[in-house]
């Protein structure tokens, strides 16, 4: 191809062996084919349109859902828009999917290190739940806590009480709710300036610890004034800044508190269920990969078995584990979709309803799939950001 | 001098001193074998007293044809009794054939079928079955007897379980003129759908697959994009999404005329889903070969065409197996998400039979029996993996 690209002998080859020629007629092809297809399905779909004596549009999110949803995170009711109905299911999979991944981590470290632990029964334990998990279909999962756990509980009259301040019947989770007084600005305010000081005394003590100077007071300090802070705010706001209530059982069910339904109660279960078996390989995984004799020389220094694992085996382990606890993430995200086995409005279930409802499926799906799409691609980001401050910095 | 009495020293060896290094190392470790070790028991004792009692396996045994072949006919029911031969015979050769990684794979096909036959013996689905599922697990002992003597080329065989699934495909739906009456794919259910759509799901999206990962590292700016747009697209959302495209979009797309079978149209969609995943494990394959290899092959003279096919192709494949067989585990769980566009597939089916007012109550016995199945044909897949990992050597760089 070398010899095509030397301008005096390029007439030589002829036409159709001219590499570079062939290059462009190639990726013309493919181009035209793709686009091809695309007009093809387009006039079809125009044509079904047509028939149906349906448009094509975003306008129906104006329009009144006229549907309930028993979770919403936002005041809504039936006669608000399809537009903050769809709101509603993305506010909805963002939060099952933020509280999910938290617990999940928790959990998954959990299982990696009992996978690991030198205690025989407690390994066999870990690893026999990790392949009992991983080898059945999360769907099954989630109708079987959903169907056999959580709508076997017993009826709001008799509901369990954890600690008399939440309740778990079989309507949901009932938990002590809080909302903000007159107060809570000036302790917001002394909660900023917490995590500012946080922020600024880092920053100092990294650049004085380049310059060789003692950073261990400066650090000190920082954390008094980010622990004590909130704590003064809270007093200097006067009245408590947030009202905290607790559910109490009425006539019929629970009022004050929050109510987090049965579907979500399930649906967060079984995701975190089905990811920590996932992410306890992963950490297996990281952990394993450390060197041994990282471990050996930690421990001939004369760390303690706790310092061993928080200030060696884990900040190496961890960059092993973030590439693909990532992937985790981003499962756990998408799997969440499967909330309308349980009856939990996400962003899925609710635009299947929009679809039935509005006959435009089309309109639907691509702000769905483009939700979706947008809440990984920003899942990824964050994650790369932190995957890169974890890294070794090589040369 | 007096003598000085010492205790022996702590056995290290035999049972007792297996138990001491691994459950009661400390005080806290013994704490903790102790308080484990009486729940897994009240476990045990609790949901053994269950099944062995009170749980009703009647709803299983006597609803086994529609878990097995769903609304399928039972007169045609042969034929799929029949079209099992096919992979338990093509099981067998292989495992002679290639030994180890196929063995197991065959003893599990061989085992579940055993199994299989000895629960149609408790269901009305007749002798029939019994027989047919016991010869089939049979066939398999039998055919690795004759492979292993046989010793059959390995590309022969590759080419008989190539062809194997559209013979099955026939077998199974019938063809129209012939003794073979068609039956509708909407009567196809159960672990028949389930097994199907994951075959056919794994045989589609590999070529599909290797094609985008290759695409994505292309030298054509075109073609990269557009593979690398294709595969991040579908990465970035849930599978129940691209089944709800196929399901009620893709009509939208195709001529009035068109008339695109719903079980076809899942088939598809899990296969395009299943496309971008096997290119990025491929992707991940492509760029484990040393550049030295491509450079090797252009030296030689071969073209790109040729370097990829016979140079790069066959070893980032054998790389990227383990990791592919994976993601079939994950196929073939993935498969239940139909349940969501209305298939009657292994899941759906169970939850069609718990709808029936005698099956009232048996909900764990049904959900039970459904986990088994999968639980069998994951874990035998991924024990698969990991000796086929151990195989290649591909963890231990």
Redesign the interface.
Known sequence: MAVASRGGRARAVPLWRDVRVL?VA???V??LA?LLLIAF??S??A???E?RGLGFGFSFLGRQAGFEIDDSLIPFSATSSYGSAFLVGLLNTLFVSVVGIILATILGIGVGVARLS?????SR?AAGYV??I???????QL??IF??VFLQLPPVQESVALGSVAFLNQRGLYVPGATPTDGFAIWLGFCVAAIATVVITRMVASRRDDAGRPVRRLRTMGLVAALGLPVIGWFAAGASPLAFELPVLGRFNFSGGVELSTGFAALLTGLVIYTAAFIGEVVRGGIQAVSRGQLEAARALGLSEGQVLSLVIFPQALRIIVPPLTSQYLNLT??S??A??VGYSDL?KIG?TM?NQTGQ??PV?IL??GT??VI??ATSLLMNFYNRRVQVIER | MTAETLTPPATTIGPIGWLRA??F?GPV?AF??VL??AA?VWLAIQVGGWATADARWSVVTDNLRVFLIGRYPGDLAWRIWLSLAIPSVLAGLSAGAFGRTTRTLAVTLSAVQALIAILIAFSPIGILGVVAYAANAAAVWVSYAVGRRARIPRRVLAGAWLVSLPITFVLIAGFRGTPLTPVGTNEWGGLLLTVLLAAVGIVLSFPLGVLLALGRRS?????RI?STGYIE?I???????IL??AD??L??????GWQLDRVARAMGGISLFSAAYVAENVRGGLQSIPSGQVEAAQALGLSGVQTNISIVLPQALRAVIPANVGLF?SLL??T??V??IGLLEL?NVG?AVLGQPESLGA??EV?LF??AV??VL??AM?QASYRLERQLGVGTR
């Open positions: 290059r190639a990726q013309l493919v181009v793709v399905a387009a079809n779909f044509t079904a349109m028939e030198p205690n025989w029964l407690v334990v392949e009992l991983r080898n059945t279909p999360l769907l099954l109708i079987v169907f056999v998408k799997n979709s499967l309308i086995a899925f299947q679809s499926p089309v799906i769905v799939m979706y799409l990984s691609l | 691994n459950l190392s470790s903790v074998t484990v070790g897994l030298r054509l700016p075109a073609v557009l697209l990465r970035g959302v849930p599978l129940v999404t709800f495209m009620l979009i009509p939208l797309f195709l001529p009035g585990i769980k993935d239940t998400l349940t969501i899941l939850r909900r764990m959900y459904i986990a999968f639980f994951c874990y991924s």
